[in-house]
């Protein structure tokens, strides 16, 4: 940027020509006597004027008193006006002109805007217009390319607006990219935009169901590991996007905070403190209730420029003061970072056995038998929120599980069995399924294959027609489903 700057100045070989032969901008406001030529130009206190169609305040000419007018038919160059636009913001001429925070404004305008403004701005007030400027790509279109007519990829903003709200587009487009590098308009991330809109709306209307007037006031809440954790967590995603922010870096910062409210608060969190905030005790309950509206204020904070309507909404739907777009920056209550690191442990579990959940078809508040936990090293982790979330006892242990695969059926690949055997084929299944599966797979360990005797023939099952299925099995023999977290590994036992 600034070798591009260097290089406009160097190269400036003639004076900024200021007037444009044009039809619309704004009028030059001089006038020339038809008799002498001095040239009238127009005081402060009658701008704006047209001199093409008014006459200058001054009756006669004060060279020679003549009252024919010639009046200016050339318009200014347009950034004769949108160079003093830093000036206008700050309040000039009647305010002390101080350098705006920021200038945002296409890479299209460097050589014209930006630079100009500089210029201008020295000349009249001998500083800098302001302390940033940021440079914004274009917007091509969701092939790729520029947005054309004739390529039919030009998206309206208005129609995009209409579909998916303001909101959803504003996201969209903050996500498209760094500063300074164009953004190819994804239709994708508007509605995933939406859709995260959808989740914030939900999770506000469950928060403001359990929370009221006297939740920003509770003194002490007595925290358990799940609220120091989502706390903590909270704190650094708050850090995280204002770092990002001061970078100017809106891609980052959306993502990170979107990502904080979808998976950590909504997914994670929520699904830990629902048992506690429906029946928890009063204490424990108001500290979850704490927590929440803590973390749920801190991300509509953070979300609010990205999506200025719904979190305004959402905003005025708990119980917090004003407008979201006044309020201060995040800063959530400090945490016991080791209360914290154990309640990392916990969302994960949580998680893990979630995951398991949904991805077996098994219903999210189904009844475990329970489960156990496996630490690396023995920590008292808090399990009140953690049994009531997987919906049955947890127990916790150090070490590894030990855990061993037990042979427990036959699973016949009939595809590959019946054309070798052909009317043979249902005999043999016969033997494969009446033969305990563990001989089975022993057999297939040492000899490659499995043999029967099939009235006085000997038959070869060869190993790709049959599987042998096996399954996890406790040292007490029972059936177990291991899952692997993070930092525990998991065992359930349903
Ligand atoms: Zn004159």
Redesign the pocket.
């Known amino acids: 940027m600034y070798d591009r700057l260097e290089e406009w100045t160097e190269g400036m070989e003639w004076d900024w020509v200021i007037s444009r032969q044009r039809v619309f901008a704004t009028p030059i406001p001089a006038w020339e006597?038809?008799?002498?030529?001095?040239v009238e130009i127009a005081g402060a206190e009658e701008v704006p004027v047209d001199p093409a169609g008014e006459d200058p305040a001054v009756d006669a000419?004060?060279?020679?008193?003549?009252d024919s007018w010639t009046g200016e038919t050339d318009v200014m160059d347009t950034w004769m006006d949108s160079s003093i636009s830093p000036m206008y913001i700050s309040g000039s001429p009647d305010e002390v002109f101080d350098p705006v925070a920021l200038r945002p404004q296409g890479h299209d305008i460097i050589r014209t805007w930006a630079f100009y403004t500089l210029l201008r701005v020295a000349a009249l007030e001998e500083t800098r217009p302001w302390n940033d400027v940021l440079i914004n790509g274009m917007i091509f279109g969701d092939d790729g390319r520029k947005m054309s007519k004739s390529r039919g990829n030009v998206v309206s903003p208005a129609g995009a607006v209409e579909e998916y709200s303001a909101d959803a587009v504003r996201q969209a487009l903050a996500l498209g990219g760094q500063p300074g590098s164009d953004i190819q308009f994804q239709w994708k991330e508007v509605t995933s935009a939406s859709r995260f809109q959808t989740k914030l709306w939900n999770i506000t209307k469950f928060a403001a169901g359990h929370v009221d007037e006297s939740t920003p006031g509770v003194t002490d809440p007595a925290y358990r590991d799940a609220d120091e954790w989502i706390l903590s967590r909270c704190a650094r995603v708050a850090e995280g996007v204002a770092a990002d922010m001061e970078e100017y870096r809106f891609d980052s910062a959306l993502r990170e905070v979107r990502e904080f409210v979808w998976h950590d608060l909504a997914d994670d969190y929520l699904e830990l403190v629902k048992g506690r905030l429906y029946e928890g005790r009063p204490g424990e309950r108001k500290a979850a209730q704490h927590a929440l509206l803590a973390a749920l204020s801190a991300s509509l904070r953070m979300l609010s420029p990205f999506a200025p309507f719904i979190t305004e909404e959402a905003w005025n739907h708990l119980p917090t003061d004003g407008s979201v777009h006044g309020a201060s920056w995040p800063d959530p209550p400090t945490t016991d970072p080791e209360a914290a690191a154990r309640g990392s442990v916990v969302a994960e579990v949580a998680a893990a056995v979630r995951g398991w959940k949904s991805g077996e078809g098994v219903p999210l508040n189904a009844d475990l038998d329970r489960i156990e936990v496996y630490l690396e090293e023995a920590r008292p982790l808090d399990t009140y929120d953690l049994a009531e979330a997987v919906n049955g006892p947890v127990y916790v242990e150090e070490g590894s599980p030990s855990v061993e695969m037990v042979p427990v059926d036959v699973d016949v690949e009939h595809s590959e069995l019946g054309p070798a055997f052909r009317d043979r084929a249902g005999d043999v299944v016969g033997e494969l399924e009446a033969t305990d599966p563990a001989e089975l797979q022993a057999e297939l360990e040492t000899r490659g294959h499995v043999e029967f005797d099939i009235g006085d023939q000997s038959v070869t099952v060869e190993p790709e027609m049959f599987d042998v299925v096996e399954e996890q099995r406790a040292e007490s023999g029972e059936e177990v489903v291991v899952l692997e977290a993070d930092e525990a590994t998991v065992l359930v036992f349903e």
């Open positions: 006597c038809a008799d002498c030529g001095h000419c004060p060279e020679c008193g003549g």
